[in-house]
């Protein structure tokens, strides 16, 4: 049996914490021979707090094998001591009618103190997965207050959009969901990001051999894909909660399993015309567990470029909105 991990997870008693504990405890996310010592933070509000009290009580009832510890905490410093992946899940969800970048006057401040203390505490392999909105720029305003640990170690989540894509191009090509391939997401986690449909594959052909209505690629596709969670969050009163963490899922699961080639938000190396020091969604492959090379060369032609330019401009700007939270 291999040792157990440590898995703090942020907004633990929320609504995705609620659909993810689970599938973490049953091996879900790190396979079914990896045990987990779940380290449970909340804010420090007596309604969450009970509430996460119940969630324990219910993992406990689960009896999961692979489950070997819970800690719940409101102490940062506590919940992610010695953690081996840090989940950042808690923050504000938008309400109707707003952006996920109106979130990032509230929900920023939450990664600069988690950041530093990720850095100050947690193990020497962590990894950082963000999830709480704005996904992309919340990863980057964490990473800039880490000194320890590297940039690469923090990623933010865009699965959730690939995964929508896919479903999307199997629908419209009237195809088994698992005849979609090649599907990846660049930029930001905001209506701008790009779908890139030109490189994926529907049973090993060309997507755009199949599905040859440009338009409907170019606009429907692509508007569909982007404004998903705000349709979600009309039709269901609140934003995405069991896709979301089945997407988290799918990130982590992607990034421990070697060869696995994924969409993940990571710092730019000025790939693919992005701005250093964003973090933009893009293809990339899992080298060892944990670790990930970014796949560079996917040709763009003028449309693919000037969504990639629209997206980064946005991540940009989302920069600029922060910049003075970094230092002060
Ligand atoms: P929620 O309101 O149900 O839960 C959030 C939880 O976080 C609450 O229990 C709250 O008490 C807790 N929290 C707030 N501040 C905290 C802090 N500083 N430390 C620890 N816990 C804290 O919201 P939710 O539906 O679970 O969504 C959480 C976030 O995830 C939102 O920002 C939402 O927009 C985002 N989200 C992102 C994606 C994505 O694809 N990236 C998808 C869905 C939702
Ligand atoms: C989503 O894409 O469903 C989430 O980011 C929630 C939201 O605000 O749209």
């Known amino acids: 049996m291999k040792s157990p991990i440590r898995v703090a997870v942020t907004g633990a008693a929320g609504q995705i914490g609620y659909a993810l504990l689970f599938r973490i405890a049953s091996g879900a996310m790190f396979g079914p021979d990896q045990p987990v010592i779940l380290q449970l933070i909340e804010a420090p509000v007596e309604k969450a707090l009970k509430a996460l009290e119940g969630v324990a009580m219910e993992l406990d009832d689960c009896a999961f094998p692979l489950l070997k510890g819970i800690v719940q905490t409101s102490d940062p410093a506590v919940g992610f ?3 081996n992946w840090c ?3 808690g923050a504000k969800p938008r309400g109707p009618g707003m952006e996920r970048a109106d979130l990032l006057k509230d929900n920023g401040k939450i990664f600069i103190g988690q950041g530093q203390i990720i850095d100050a505490v947690a193990a020497a392999d962590a990894r950082i997965a963000v999830v709480g909105n704005p996904a992309n720029t919340n990863c980057m305003i ?3 207050q880490a000194k320890r640990l590297p940039a690469d ?6 699965r959730l959009d690939q995964n929508r894509a896919q ?3 199997a629908i419209k090509a009237g195809v088994d969901l698992t005849k979609v391939s090649d599907i990846f997401i660049y930029g930001n986690h905001s209506p701008s990001m790009f779908p ?4 994926a594959k529907i049973d090993g052909k060309p997507a755009t051999s199949v599905i040859t209505d440009t338009a409907w690629l170019q606009t429907t596709f692509c508007e569909t894909v982007g404004k998903r969670g705000a349709a979600i969050i009309a039709a269901r009163g609140a934003s995405s909660a069991a896709s979301a963490a089945n997407a988290l899922t799918d990130h982590v699961r992607s990034l421990v399993t070697p060869g696995a080639i994924h969409s993940i938000a990571v710092k730019s190396n000025g790939a693919y015309g992005f701005d250093a ?4 969604g893009m293809p990339v492959r899992t080298t060892t567990p944990g670790s990930y090379e970014i796949i560079q060369g996917y040709a763009m032609d003028d449309f693919a470029k000037s969504k990639i330019a629209a997206t980064n401009k946005e991540l940009v700007e989302e920069r600029s909105f922060v910049a003075s939270m970094l230092t002060s």
């Open 81 to 83: 001591k010695d953690a």
């Open 277 to 280: 020091d964003v973090w933009a």
């Open 142 to 144: 964490a990473a800039s």
């Open 196 to 199: 890139a449909f030109a490189h």
């Open 87 to 89: 989940l950042l899940v």
């Open 167 to 169: 479903s999307q191009l």
């Open 153 to 158: 170690r923090f990623t933010a989540m865009v």
